[in-house]
């Protein structure tokens, strides 16, 4: 008993300055009130047309990158125009892995999110079918791109990633008692771009710091910073501690530390609390 409450205590204590997914403390005073959640800006202007069809409307994609990451509730989504009076007026900081920061000072992130797109529309084919032996028309919808995160304070890219080719397939009905939707090509690229978009969301969490907010030493109750529409119940999380900078040639690496693992027990609109 004694050995299991000092070794609780000696846990509490790292936890009072453990990082989740090389998070920093972003613990604030009561009264602040400023969103400090990280800053990303998805804007038509970022993304690269590739393809070989000029002037190509990238407003579905955008729509549905914003929706996703809007509704997820862990970042602040902006577009270009807002990004720059955040930046002009040094309202936000993108804080670089191997930054702690002040102990109790909100500390604000911001990257754009950039898209080198390859392939981007959709065409209408015919499939034949082996069994009936009939041919039958197919909406078919592609999307194709790299995504860059870019740091919006250096233009340093963060990262880059070829997500995985998308494509999505319709059956253009066109024979009696049978409906079809009109412009079902539309639809089609809407659901590509919304696998594409929630890939992006994968792929932005990977390097989305997580803080540990608060630890309750007598019932053992972590509260951690995903909240509801990101952490489910029974979500597990590794906590590292801070280490020290090595230098490698390609610059500084942030060497860590496992301390061991939270799991979520329960999940609110701004946190979650979660056991060790």
Known sequence: ??????????????????????????????????????????????????????NLNFAALVDRLTHEFTQLGVYRVVNAKDMEELLKNNEVE?????????????????????????????RTTTAHNQLYGTNAQQI???????LFLVDSKTGKQIKSVNLEPVKVVKDLVTGPHQRST??????????????????????TIKITKFAVYDVDGKTGKIMIEPAAGFAKVGDCYKILSPGRNIKTKRGV????????????????????????
Request: charged residues 25%; aromatic residues 10%.
């Open 1 to 54: 008993k004694f050995m299991k409450k000092n070794m609780f205590n000696y846990l509490t204590a790292i936890f009072s300055c453990a990082v989740l997914c090389f998070a920093v403390d972003v613990r604030a005073e009561e009264e602040e009130t400023a969103d400090v959640r990280p800053v990303i800006s998805i804007d038509q202007k970022f993304i690269e047309n590739k393809t070989s069809v000029k």
């Open 94 to 122: 993108w804080v670089l892995f191997d930054d702690i920061g002040e102990p109790n000072k909100p500390l604000r992130r911001a990257c754009y999110m950039r898209f080198v797109v390859s392939m981007y529309g959709w």
């Open 140 to 146: 078919v919808a592609e999307l194709e791109a790299i």
């Open 182 to 203: 009109a412009n079902l090509g539309e639809v089609a690229l809407q659901e590509a771009a919304r696998k594409l978009a929630k890939a992006s969301v994968h792929e």
């Open 253 to 276: 690496s942030f060497r860590t530390k496992d301390i061991g693992i939270l799991q979520v027990t329960e999940v609110a609109e701004e946190y979650s609390n979660a056991v060790l």
